[in-house]
């Protein structure tokens, strides 16, 4: 008999967990995204953009968009959202991951952070600390093999650990292509993401540090580090090659677009929606790779056949663990492997 009695209640246990589930699946309407630029950066502003679009149509909610925020107070906003039906708020800047939990705590409407996993809490926050290390490993290999000087530049419009691990990473595979390469490295400023003068002023300075491949992470200021390399000759009087990241730009490129290290985010927005539903969001975070393509390496007609040839057999290695490529979020492993450029 407490055999039965157990099974029964097993039984009302399960299907009342499944009833659970399928409630809490009816009750996401709709998703948000908060981005401090405008979605048409052809990098993180508009892949976070048109990624939730995808994801919301996908899982069939809405999408809700708040862009070009900038990078101050964003809490009113996140509660606009809160208060409009967002099951799920999407805080797409590392800035606004301090004020987005706090509002999760005040309206608990789920939300989503980047670079801050330390915040997550099961039902209520996520982080997507993003890293296309994988992708920079490669783009820094590809640079090694372009560059006539010797030596490749990396500009960042700050230090955050997405833009560290991508640039370790660029660091690691332009020295296991060419040992003896000389990797430039300077910073725009704290936070300069939208500093598109800026951009362009530093990639100058490492250009004429003998620099002739720039690897630039920036949002709206690689508009100026593309600007630099267009107008300014490497040391040798030769083309200057860009690597950008994120978006594919290959629509403004005057010549000089090398490749991008692609991401895609919409896998990563449609797997917090699926966790939403099951219960399981804010029980980890959320990564991008090149086995199923969330991270990828730009073909452009200006890679010649051979090369793209032999960085599509070291991606096979990278993806089969052969070629191990870490992500390294600190800026001081970084700085371990470059040499700083101080631009005024």
Avoid at 67 to 94: C, K, Q
Avoid at 107 to 118: F, R
Avoid at 145 to 167: A, C, D, F, L, Y
Avoid at 294 to 321: F, Y
Wanted: aromatic share 6%; glycine share 10%; charged share 20%.
């Amino acid at each position: 008999m407490r055999l039965l009695t157990r099974s029964i209640l097993g039984s009302v246990f399960a299907v009342s967990i499944a009833l659970c589930g399928s409630v809490h699946a009816a009750d996401v309407k709709a998703v948000a995204i908060l981005t401090p630029e405008q979605g048409t950066d052809f990098g993180w502003n508009q892949q976070g953009v048109t990624a939730l679009k995808e994801a919301a149509a996908k899982e069939g909610v809405k999408a809700l968009v708040a862009e070009n925020l900038g990078y101050g107070d964003v809490r009113p906003t996140l509660r606009e959202m809160a208060e409009d039906g967002a099951s799920l708020i999407i805080a797409h800047a590392s800035g606004y991951n301090t004020a987005a939990p706090e509002i999760a705590e005040e309206t608990k409407v789920p939300v989503a952070v980047t670079d801050k996993p330390e915040a997550m809490k099961p039902g209520l926050v996520a982080d997507y600390t993003m890293s296309g290390h994988q992708g920079a490993y490669l783009a820094g290999r590809l640079a090694a093999k372009m560059t006539r000087t010797g030596t490749v530049g990396i500009v960042v419009s700050g230090e955050p650990p997405g833009w560290n691990s991508q640039s370790a990473a660029f660091a690691q595979g332009a020295k296991a292509e060419k040992p003896g390469i000389t990797i430039r490295y300077a910073v725009i400023g704290p936070a300069a993401y939208s500093d598109a003068a800026g951009g362009k002023r530093v990639t100058e300075a490492v250009i004429a540090a003998g620099a002739d491949v720039i690897f630039g992470q920036g949002n709206g200021s690689s508009f100026g580090m593309l600007e630099a390399v267009e107008t300014t000759k490497a040391a040798d009087g030769g083309k200057v090659w860009f690597i950008d990241v994120i978006g594919d730009k290959s629509s403004l490129d005057k010549g000089n677009l090398l490749s991008s290290v692609l991401w895609n985010l919409t896998p990563v927005f449609t797997a917090m929606i699926d966790d939403l539903k099951a219960n399981t969001f804010g029980t980890h975070g959320y990564a991008i790779k090149l086995a199923d393509n969330s991270v990828g390496l730009l073909k452009t007609s200006h890679i010649p056949d051979k090369v793209w040839a032999e960085l599509q057999a070291l991606r096979e290695e990278v993806i089969s663990g052969k070629i191990k490529v870490e992500p390294q979020f600190d800026a001081s492993a970084v700085h371990a492997l470059v040499t700083a450029v101080a631009a005024k």
